[in-house]
């Protein structure tokens, strides 16, 4: 993919979402960027051809990571912080494996006219990594580059790619076991199923949990779609509102779901866990601010990283095949959970 114009400072600053001035200092040798910041500045410009670098190959080469803008403009900060970990942490996998880790966002006007960001024309990569949270139109033309791809945390089936996604069967059927442990028999469920596949995964194991343990599944106790990431809220009133009976717990699809349920349970006079159990999946870092402990299954964040850089760089040529390597999350026990037979006590 070769380069026909010449490379500026600002081109190095733009394609890094960084200033000019940190580009001019990190190239000089200059004070006044860190290291971790200098060294992505000199990969970038040995990888643009800036100057006097266009001679000097990086070490490794160049990954694209693709992110949709919208994980990382959720109006809470712990899923914002869910997905910044998961970023820079494949940013430090990548790093590790002797490459170096761009990241290239994808905004709703793109990913809406099907509109690859310009690293995929102007620079040289040895592969790609998408956060599968885009539409199957969208993954399909990143895929259609004929270039080493691997989805990560979500993908779309019938799209034959390399994925690394959490263990979202196995994590939810752990999680409505420990409420069926608990006494719990009457349990709902809370996760846009429509939207990605790990809340499709999640719901299948919540089935699976309830089906192996003879349990009903009302689905009027149930919300399985959703109209988009940003109406959860609207959609759980809605949800609430309509229920003629609540269920002695919920289980859903990922702690932002259960810290607004459980939000707008108290807005109705109903407390967690002495009148309803929840229990969620991510682990988010929200702590007392929501004044809910809540238990959860932990996403091995590191793990599902690392697992994305070796399958995208390892010499196995498999990163053009259906290959899903999933990571078991952990399940983490804390005070949403209250034992059937003290509910009411």
Same mark, same amino acid.
């Given at each position: ?7 500026s ?13 940190a ?21 970038a ?13 990086s070490s490794?080469g160049a990954v ?10 959720y ?9 910044h ?61 004929? #270039?080493? %791809? ?5 993908y779309? @089936? !019938? /799209?034959?790619? =390399?994925?690394?996604? &959490?263990?979202?069967?196995?994590g ?29 995964e ?9 089906s ?7 689905l ?37 779901? #259960?810290? %607004? ?6 807005? @109705? !006079? /109903?407390?967690v =866990?002495?009148?309803? &159990?929840i229990?969620?999946?991510?682990d988010?870092?929200?702590g ?11 996403v ?46």
């Amino acid at each position: 993919m070769a380069r026909k114009k010449k490379v500026s400072m600002q081109d190095i600053a733009d394609y890094l979402n960084v200033s000019k001035n940190a580009v001019s200092l990190a190239l000089q040798n200059k004070r006044g960027v860190g290291e971790e910041m200098r060294h992505k500045i000199v990969e970038a410009a040995k990888e643009l051809g800036y100057g006097s670098y266009a001679d000097k190959p990086s070490s490794g080469g160049a990954v694209l990571v693709l992110v949709p803008e919208r994980i990382m403009s959720y109006q809470d900060n712990d899923h914002y912080q869910f997905f910044h970990d998961m970023i820079w942490g494949l940013e430090k996998s990548i790093r590790a494996k002797g490459c170096n880790a761009v990241i290239a966002p994808i905004d709703a006007e793109m990913e809406a006219g099907l509109a690859l960001p310009r690293h995929c024309t102007e620079l040289a990569y040895k592969g790609i990594v998408l956060f599968g949270i885009v539409d199957r139109a969208y993954a399909k033309l990143v895929w259609e580059l004929d #270039a080493p %791809l691997v989805m990560l945390d979500s993908y779309h @089936r !019938g /799209l034959p790619c =390399p994925i690394v996604a &959490s263990d979202n069967i196995e994590g939810a059927y752990e999680a409505v076991s420990v409420l069926i442990e608990a006494g719990h028999r009457d349990i709902g469920f809370i996760g846009p199923t429509n939207l990605t596949s790990s809340h499709e995964e999640r719901w299948f194991g919540y089935w699976k949990a309830m089906s192996e343990n003879g349990l009903p599944i009302d689905l009027s106790k149930a919300v399985t779609s959703s109209a988009s990431f940003h109406s959860t809220v609207e959609e759980i009133c809605s949800f609430l509102d309509g229920l003629r009976q609540q269920p002695t717990a919920f289980f859903c699809g990922n702690d932002r779901i #259960a810290y %607004l349920l459980a939000e707008e349970l108290g807005k @109705r !006079g /109903l407390r967690v =866990p002495e009148d309803i &159990s929840i229990v969620g999946f991510d682990d988010l870092k929200a702590g007392a601010e929501h004044g809910l402990s809540l238990t959860t299954m932990r996403v091995e964040k590191t793990r599902m990283c690392d697992a994305a850089a070796e399958l995208l760089l390892s010499p196995s040529g498999k990163s053009r095949e259906m290959v899903r390597h999933y990571i078991r999350p952990t399940l983490v026990v804390r005070d949403s959970i209250r034992a059937i037979s003290e509910i009411g006590t």
